[in-house]
């Protein structure tokens, strides 16, 4: 059964980082597009980040484009958001979800077949 883990989420100070992992059981990692979404209260559910699986290729939203940045560790079967200057703003549920690759990558939620149970990111003072 594939199972995707989200971790890493907690409290942190505006301006601070934060590091989220999300990790498979039940397949390789690396063969998929990951992509990392959030949804804040009261709001729907949006698009972070997202990186293909063997070109590396990424996609950010334009919210988070500077600050965050996504990347994927094959040997530990990993993916990472590194979550730099995050506002309040970035205060939501993070959850990272994976699909079969596609000939160009897309980070769209309705494309993501496979979706962990998400950490909770808040950003406060």
């Known amino acids: 059964q594939l199972q995707l883990v989200e971790s890493g989420g907690g409290l942190v100070q505006p301006g601070g980082s934060l590091r989220l992992s999300c990790t498979a059981s039940?397949?390789?990692?690396?063969?998929?597009?990951i992509g990392w979404f959030r949804q804040a209260p009261g709001k729907e559910r949006e698009e972070v980040s997202c990186?293909?699986?063997?070109?590396?290729?990424?996609i950010y939203a334009d919210s988070v484009k500077g600050r965050f940045t996504i990347s994927r560790d094959n040997a530990k079967n990993t993916v990472y958001l590194q979550m730099n200057s995050p506002t309040s703003e970035d205060t939501a549920v993070y959850y990272c979800?994976?699909?079969?690759?596609?000939?160009?990558?897309?980070?769209?939620?309705?494309?993501?077949?496979?979706w962990g149970q998400g950490t909770q990111v808040t950003v406060s003072s």
């Open positions: 979800a994976a699909t079969m690759p596609t000939v160009q990558l897309m980070c769209k939620m309705p494309r993501y077949r496979y």
């Open positions: 039940g397949f390789t990692l690396s063969v998929y597009n």
């Open positions: 990186i293909g699986s063997s070109t590396g290729s990424t």
